[in-house]
T-cell receptor
Framework: GESVGLHLPTLSVQEGDNSIINCAYS??????FIWYKQESGKGPQFIID?????DKRQGQRVTVLLNKTVKHLSLQIAATQPGDSAVYFC?????????????FGRGTQLTVWP | DAGVIQSPRHEVTEMGQEVTLRCKPI?????LFWYRQTMMRGLELLIY????????DSGMPEDRFSAKMPNASFSTLKIQPSEPRDSAVYFC??????????????FGPGTRLTVL
């Protein structure tokens, strides 16, 4: 099957700046997307999700944008903090797959400098 | 709640040996997932269970891998015989409920497996 990919493998930002992490997907049948955060030595942690019938969804300090025309997903983190340093993954559920099957991208390493 | 519990946290074994990884999901969660994470392939779903029944095992690499869930609070992932290419971090995750637009999985800390 098609896989989720990422534009940038690493991103460095200064504390207080906004971060934008990008993700490209190639399966137009994908109908649900999730962002996960993985800190060093830990398992992934759910951040935010979005359905394919939405363009934008906001959480606490995070916003996910979905552009289905170009099959692009982004995660925006406002006022980035040192605790945001982690690897961020996007994951997709492809229509026709079993309910629990998610396909994960390779990840972007976010480093926040004081 | 204690979260998803995995054991051991680290395992070093020699090629050909049997390896058993263990997972205790969050109490009350009906779904349990096993993942493998490597630098080359990223995070891959191996298998998942619903109410102790395997639902999708299409990600299990080959017959050397097997997973069981004898009850709602315990699952094992077994590799027999192990090979160096099985070296990876294996995660267990659980979820209370799944729907078309709802898939919140809680991951354990992982087991780092090294096969020499």
């Amino acid at each position: 099957g098609e896989s989720v990919g990422l534009h940038l493998p690493t991103l460095s930002v200064q504390e207080g700046d906004n971060s934008i992490i990008n993700c490209a997907y190639s399966n137009s049948a994908s109908d649900y997307f999730i962002w996960y955060k993985q800190e060093s030595g830990k398992g992934p942690q759910f951040i935010i999700d979005i359905r394919s019938n939405m363009d934008k969804r906001q959480g606490q300090r995070v916003t996910v944008l979905l552009n289905k025309t170009v099959k692009h997903l982004s995660l925006q983190i406002a006022a980035t903090q040192p605790g945001d340093s982690a690897v961020y993954f996007c994951a997709e559920k492809q229509r026709g797959s079993t309910l629990g099957r998610l396909y994960f991208g390779r990840g972007t390493q976010l480093t926040v400098w004081p | 709640d204690a979260g998803v519990i995995q054991s051991p946290r680290h395992e070093v074994t020699e090629m050909g040996q049997e390896v058993t990884l263990r997972c205790k999901p969050i109490s009350g969660h009906d779904y349990l997932f096993w993942y493998r994470q490597t630098m080359m392939r990223g995070l891959e779903l191996l298998i998942y269970f619903n109410n102790n029944v395997p639902i999708d095992d299409s990600g299990m690499p080959e017959d050397r891998f097997s997973a069981k869930m004898p009850n709602a609070s315990f699952s094992t992932l077994k590799i027999q015989p192990s090979e160096p290419r099985d070296s990876a971090v294996y995660f267990c995750a659980s979820s209370l409920y799944l729907a078309d637009y709802l898939n919140t999985q809680y991951f354990g800390p992982g087991t780092r497996l090294t096969v020499l």
